[in-house]
């Protein structure tokens, strides 16, 4: 390994060499590809932050001084730095590195962010907490990846600007190339000016003494700050930051290691709240990264170095849905897309290609996203917001009081629902049929395959007084799955023996579901298995199934608690159904990184797990005849 073999902590860095610090540089970039190649991840953000990461921790104590990332997934470096890079191979594996800051991995990581825009909320309640302690520690927020076009950010500048004791370092990592570095020797000089404290002390000197020259003071003050601003906005781009108070540095050339030093050892310096601005290219130093057009390998899947070529894999969810979309742009004129950041990752792509006018990325702003697709909707448009499931809980108020309140005709399409795995805890989609059932007059679909998407997705844009959520897993849709009957609105998908158990499945859970049927039937218990399609609100027919069998049985992959297994208990109560019922989705409990087939065997939603645990309550029902409690954990 070279190198980076020798670095078991940030401190083993301050006496390389520039030759050695280069030399480490080509190795990080080199493991990253390699990694990531195999293992799949976030390629093309690493490979933009190894110089700035290697200069954050030259010029910084951590962890004495804390580095929070924003977001999560720039953090590779950072890991390799940090006694890691023994371990980099078991990168987003069960029992391996996580693809995120993780506790329990590092004392060097603090805040387990994967989801975008929060870094700096973080950092100023940390940097303000040690200058209440009296502690003298930096804290360091390295945000960028898109994180700033979201209002959460800003919510924080907004107060951190007034936090004038806060030893904060914001690293703003711009890899998106809004601005062009400003090189020269009068913009060095400038940066060193604007960050020394004598500065701004001389500036309130200046400012006094101006202002206390009768009639012509303030005049003569406000011409030369006049000067000073237009002469520095002319060189750097700082003015939107200055403007809300805080000091800026910047650009700089985030790939030059010792000019991002030099910058970070100035604003270090400061002693307040201080943005770096650091200009670097996503995907730098790998080719196949830096021409890729998409998204510069932002997180490829597997793929051969040599080449770039991702490793082919077969048709998905996102897949169904892209083309679906632009069927239903084609048909209804009305009908628009939103995304928050996410135009690759769901598909909308397409839609955009076709429609360019009628697509709306927000960036890193589900909450503007719904309230914005409200709008659309009172416009007398049908909007479809489509996001990752686990991004949708960033929005649950507008859901809720800007487009559920308003009967506004909103279709929010999640991709990825249920258990992800590879990405941890933050990305699994168990929320969303949970806090989506407190929503009044919303109704929410989860397809079993890839014809029900298409069906699902075309009823629900045909709603046009309530807001509709069609969700659907990570991964290959099954092979279509056909009914052999219907109970109101919902599909049969098997019915074979007598009445003994209803299995009400959701979503993706009715392959699963299907494969109980086939277990129990061999062991002589009858079996229906029904799919709801819209499991928001529970269709008045499957309540009547639940009377008409011995047990009734539910499955989802979303947490038990308040989800679609619980709304049904409580639906069965109510209309007086005394049916024993038993429900099984996802404990309530952060699942750690793994392949998604491999948390579903943990937490029995298996074909074999489910089968046998009926089987057994079948058993113990036949033996005491007596009924079995209301709701059994499994």
Request: glycine share 10%; charged share 25%; proline share 5%.
């Amino acid at each position: 390994m070279g190198l980076l073999e020798s670095i078991t902590s940030p401190r083993d860095l301050r006496g390389l060499t520039d030759d050695q610090l280069s030399a480490l540089a080509s190795e990080i970039r080199d493991l990253l590809v390699g990694t990531c190649s195999r293992t799949g991840g976030h390629l093309g953000p690493n490979l933009g932050v190894v110089e700035l990461t290697l200069a954050i921790h030259r010029t910084f104590d951590s962890p004495r001084d804390r580095v929070v990332f924003d977001t999560g997934h720039q953090s590779y470096v950072h890991k390799l730095l940090t006694g890691r890079a023994g371990d980099f191979g078991t990168l987003r594996s069960e029992g391996g590195l996580s693809g995120y800051p993780s506790q329990v991995e590092s004392e060097h990581d603090i805040v387990e962010n994967s989801h975008a825009s929060a870094s700096l909320s973080y950092a100023d309640g940390i940097a303000k907490a040690y200058a209440i302690r009296g502690e003298d520690r930096h804290t360091i927020a390295v945000i960028g990846d898109g994180a700033l076009t979201g209002g959460m950010a800003w919510e924080a500048l907004n107060n951190i600007a007034i936090a004038k004791d806060s030893k904060l370092v914001i690293v703003v990592n711009d890899n998106g190339r809004s601005y062009t570095p400003t090189i020269g020797g009068l913009a060095t000089a400038l940066t060193s000016l604007r960050t020394n404290p004598r500065y701004e002390q001389l500036l309130d000197l200046v400012k006094k003494r101006l202002n206390a020259v009768p009639g012509v003071g303030p005049a003569a003050y406000d011409a030369l700050h006049a000067m000073k601003k237009g002469l520095k906005d002319a060189l750097a781009p700082q003015g939107l930051f200055e403007d809300l108070g805080l000091k800026y540095v910047g650009p700089v050339d985030g790939h030059d290691l010792p000019a991002m030093e030099q910058v970070l050892a100035q604003a270090k310096r400061f002693g307040g709240p201080v943005i770096v601005h650091a200009i670097t290219r996503k995907g730098f130093g790998y080719d196949a990264a830096e021409r890729h057009e998409a998204d510069q390998f932002h997180s490829p899947q597997p793929f051969d170095v040599e080449t770039g070529e991702e490793k082919a894999r077969g048709r998905i969810w996102t897949d169904v849905f892209a083309d679906e979309m632009v069927h239903l742009g084609q048909r209804r004129q009305d009908v628009v897309a939103i995304t928050a950041a996410m135009m690759h990752p769901v598909g909308l792509d397409h839609f955009q290609a076709r429609f360019p006018k009628r697509t709306f990325d927000v960036g890193i702003a589900e909450q503007h996203a719904a309230t914005s697709a409200a709008g659309l909707a009172m416009g007398g448009l049908h909007p479809v917001v489509a996001v990752y499931a686990t991004f949708l809980n960033r929005a649950f108020d507008q859901v809720l009081m800007d487009v559920a309140l308003h009967k506004c005709g909103v279709t929010f399409v999640l991709d990825r629902a249920g258990v992800t795995g590879d990405d941890g805890a933050s990305h699994n989609g168990m929320w969303d049929l949970s806090f989506l059932q407190m929503v009044p007059g919303l109704r929410l679909a989860a397809p079993r395959d890839a014809t029900r998407l298409r069906e699902l997705l075309n009823e629900a844009v045909e709603v046009d007084d309530a807001p509709t959520v069609v969700r659907f897993p990570k991964g290959p849709p099954p092979a279509d799955i056909p009914a052999v009957g219907r109970a109101g609105g919902a599909d049969v998908l098997v019915r074979k023996g007598t009445k003994d158990v209803l299995v009400v499945a959701v979503g993706s859970m009715n392959e699963v579901a299907v494969d109980v049927a086939d277990r129990l039937v061999a062991q002589g218990i009858g079996v229906t298995v029904v799919d709801p399609r819209w499991v928001k609100p529970v269709d008045p027919a499957i309540v009547e199934l639940a009377r008409e069998h011995r047990l009734v049985v539910s499955i989802e992959d979303n947490g038990r608690v308040g989800g679609c297994g619980a709304v049904l208990l409580q639906t069965l109560n109510d209309a007086g159904v005394t049916t024993p019922f038993r429900l099984h989705g996802i404990p309530q409990e952060f699942l750690g990184h793994a392949k998604r087939a491999a948390i579903l065997e943990r937490i029995g939603l298996t074909p074999q797990a489910l089968a046998r645990g009926i089987v057994e309550d079948m058993t113990s029902m036949a033996e005491d005849r007596s009924p079995v409690d209301a709701v059994r954990p499994v």
